[in-house]
Nanobody, 123 residues
Framework: QAQLVESGGGLVQAGESLRLSCAAS????????MGWFRQAPGKEREFVTG????????DYADSAKGRFTISRDNAKNTVYLQMNSLKPEDTAVYYC????????????????WGKGTLVTVSS
């Protein structure tokens, strides 16, 4: 029923910034905690950051702390990922996901997934 669509990926130079968006369909967006994950070639999907349904709480992986910021606009059914100081190791397909749980940022705990958007950071 629910659908998530990521956008905003592309090619950026190391040290620069990029903003990703995830648009959700349906009327229940504000009921879900939202997360961003990424998967590099040959690697497993890993958690990047998450935000609670009302934006009051956030989680960040160590790789994202101080560089990435997650936010959401429930009126627009959209969650954002602002990525600053990008590094080549940030290169991956970035996925957004929705969950009713909090703090369990694992693949099988996500209720819905987007199809991903590719971020490439050149060095």
């Amino acid at each position: 029923q629910a659908q998530l669509v990521e956008s905003g990926g592309g090619l950026v130079q190391a040290g620069e910034s990029l903003r990703l968006s995830c648009a959700a369909s349906g009327r229940t967006f504000s009921s879900y905690n939202m997360g961003w994950f990424r998967q590099a070639p040959g690697k497993e999907r890993e958690f990047v950051t998450g935000i609670s349904w009302n934006g009051g709480s956030t989680d960040y992986a160590d790789s994202a702390k101080g560089r990435f910021t997650i936010s959401r606009d429930n009126a627009k059914n959209t969650v954002y990922l602002q990525m600053n100081s990008l590094k080549p190791e940030d290169t991956a397909v970035y996925y957004c996901a929705a969950t009713t749980s909090w703090g369990r940022w694992y693949y099988n705990y996500m209720a819905y997934w987007g199809k991903g958007t590719l971020v490439t950071v050149s060095s």
